[in-house]
């Protein structure tokens, strides 16, 4: 058989497997559905809540897409699927992305150290915790056994930190140093964390933590452009996400932009925090979007690294990205600040579902599900057994841990109950 005629052959083969597969996978119930905007009509109705967008999409088409509510109680203006959210910690998962490309084509390595791109990396301590004899604590700081890599960086794993995170030294540590203060770009950020101790030693225990802004870092050294300039070159504007950015750019974008209730006190600290650092681009936080937007970068994930006829991951890449890289027999272990949750590891700048979990009965989801939420209350899931990907939009800090796991619950309610829960 010649070449093209197997590999159109091939190709047909797997276009018929693909309709079996979606055929075998039932649609969301309507009743379903239904559950869900009555959720959101009563969050929005009672004041909790300011507004929403949520869409659930399968087999690559939306089957459920909805607004709810007004993008800001000053204006009164409605949300719309292109308003446009603060999603605060949904940018791991780009940055990431942005890192196994460069891992992709030779240019980065997992074994990296990080103080080849950042040098003053080669000097970091872990700190640790003394008590004396008179019984007062004091920090000591001892050498790192290896230097953190990049694959520590990926997979949170470094010993960097958030200033909210951890015991009180290294709370303390954070917050004496006032890395925020005056103005910095991405290379300025990564020294400022680089002469803070690190709270565990480099590849030892799963830290939540401004090791993905370090990773922007690294992606603009290699690259030689500013890290929005990277994602927008090779992500963004291939994907279609054009409402993706640091920083808003017009008044047509500011009007579009969704804001938290004034009661929201966190988050509108963060606000005012992004408005004072527009050079500052975050690649652990800093990014806007819109659920149509987003929704483009879930499916991609949910195909395997490829969307519209574009591979932006080798197969290789990508399940690397993918897989728990933090379980059984890898040493790291998780502290009481493990946010993925119960069943859940972690990849490379994501969580995927491996067991059932404790709970009884078990969360619902799927074994090999992706996911990802932010401080805002954004939040995304990508589940290959329900070829599904499901997003909400919202800027809540005060309504986010009970309004998520409410949201997911509703998802998979849509579906039998042999499909809800692994």
């Known amino acids: 058989m010649k070449r093209r005629e197997f590999l159109v052959g091939a190709a047909l083969l797997a276009g018929t497997m693909a309709r079996s597969r979606a055929a075998d996978i039932p649609a969301p119930s309507p009743e379903g559905l239904e559950r869900i905007t009555a959720y959101f009509n009563t969050e929005v109705t009672s004041g909790r809540l300011p507004g929403a967008v949520i869409l659930v999409q399968q087999h690559g088409k939306p089957v459920y897409l909805k607004t709810f509510g007004v993008r800001d109680t000053r204006t009164g203006l409605a949300m719309t699927p292109d308003t446009i959210f603060a999603i605060h910690s949904?940018?791991?998962?780009?940055t990431c992305l942005g890192a196994m490309m460069l891992i992709d084509e030779g240019k980065l390595a997992l074994t990296d150290p990080v103080s080849k791109y950042v040098p003053l990396f080669a000097e970091t301590k872990v700190g640790r915790e003394v008590t004396l004899p008179n019984g007062t604590v004091e920090l000591d700081l001892d050498p790192p056994d290896r230097p953190v890599n990049i694959e520590d960086l990926l997979r949170h794993t470094s010993g960097i930190s958030y200033d909210y995170i951890g015991s009180e030294w290294v709370e303390h540590a954070y917050k004496m140093a006032n890395i925020f203060a005056g103005h910095f770009n991405n290379r300025e950020f990564a020294d400022r964390i680089s002469r803070l101790p690190l709270a565990r030693q480099p590849g030892t225990l799963w830290r939540y933590g401004h090791s993905t802004d370090v990773l922007g870092s690294v992606i603009e050294i290699i690259?030689?452009?500013?890290?929005?300039?990277?994602?927008?070159?090779?992500?963004f504007d291939p994907l279609g996400m054009n409402s993706t950015k640091f920083?808003?750019?017009?008044?047509?974008?500011?009007?579009?932009?969704?804001?938290?209730?004034?009661?929201?006190?966190?988050?509108?600290?963060?606000?005012?925090?992004?408005?004072?650092?527009?050079?500052?681009?975050?690649?652990?936080?800093?990014?806007?979007?819109?659920?149509?937007?987003?929704q483009r970068f879930a499916q991609m994930l949910l195909n395997g690294g490829e969307f519209e006829g574009r591979r932006y991951l080798s197969p290789a890449a990508?399940?690397?990205?993918?897989?728990?890289?933090?379980?059984?027999?890898?040493?790291?272990?998780?502290?009481?600040?493990?946010?993925?949750?119960?069943?859940?590891?972690?990849?490379?700048?994501?969580?995927?579902?491996?067991?059932?979990?404790?709970?009884?009965?078990?969360?619902?989801?799927?074994?090999?599900?992706?996911?990802?939420?932010?401080?805002?209350?954004?939040?995304?899931?990508?589940?290959?057994?329900?070829?599904?990907?499901?997003?909400?939009?919202?800027?809540?800090?005060?309504e986010r841990g009970r309004i998520t796991p409410a949201f997911k619950a509703l998802v998979y309610d849509c579906y039998p109950p042999a499909l809800r829960r692994p």
Request: glycine share 14%; proline share 8%; no cysteine.
């Open 223 to 235: 690259s030689g452009q500013t890290l929005y300039e990277f994602l927008k070159a090779r992500l």
């Open 90 to 94: 949904m940018t791991k998962p780009i």
């Open 318 to 398: 990508f399940k690397a990205m993918t897989t728990d890289q933090i379980g059984p027999g890898s040493g790291v272990g998780r502290d009481y600040f493990y946010f993925p949750g119960d069943g859940f590891g972690y990849g490379y700048g994501l969580a995927v579902r491996t067991d059932p979990g404790n709970a009884k009965p078990p969360p619902p989801g799927s074994l090999g599900e992706l996911k990802w939420d932010s401080g805002s209350g954004t939040y995304f899931g990508v589940d290959p057994k329900l070829d599904m990907v499901y997003l909400m939009m919202q800027q809540t800090q005060n």
């Open 247 to 294: 920083a808003l750019a017009g008044e047509d974008e500011l009007v579009r932009m969704a804001r938290p209730l004034p009661n929201d006190f966190i988050l509108l600290a963060g606000e005012r925090d992004r408005l004072e650092h527009p050079e500052w681009q975050s690649g652990g936080g800093g990014l806007l979007s819109t659920i149509t937007d987003y």
